[in-house]
């Protein structure tokens, strides 16, 4: 479960900080984020 666990952290911050990048300006982010999650 260890490299599982990284792989997770890592897309999970990988997500977050595109999520800013791309959607942080606006309320879009929240669906994207449900759709994804």
Known sequence: MG???YL???YAS???IGDT???GE???HL???GFVF
């Open 3 to 5: 490299n599982f666990s």
């Open 8 to 10: 997770f952290v890592f």
């Open 14 to 16: 990988a997500f977050l």
């Open 21 to 23: 990048l791309y959607f």
């Open 26 to 28: 606006t309320n879009k």
């Open 31 to 33: 669906g994207y984020e």
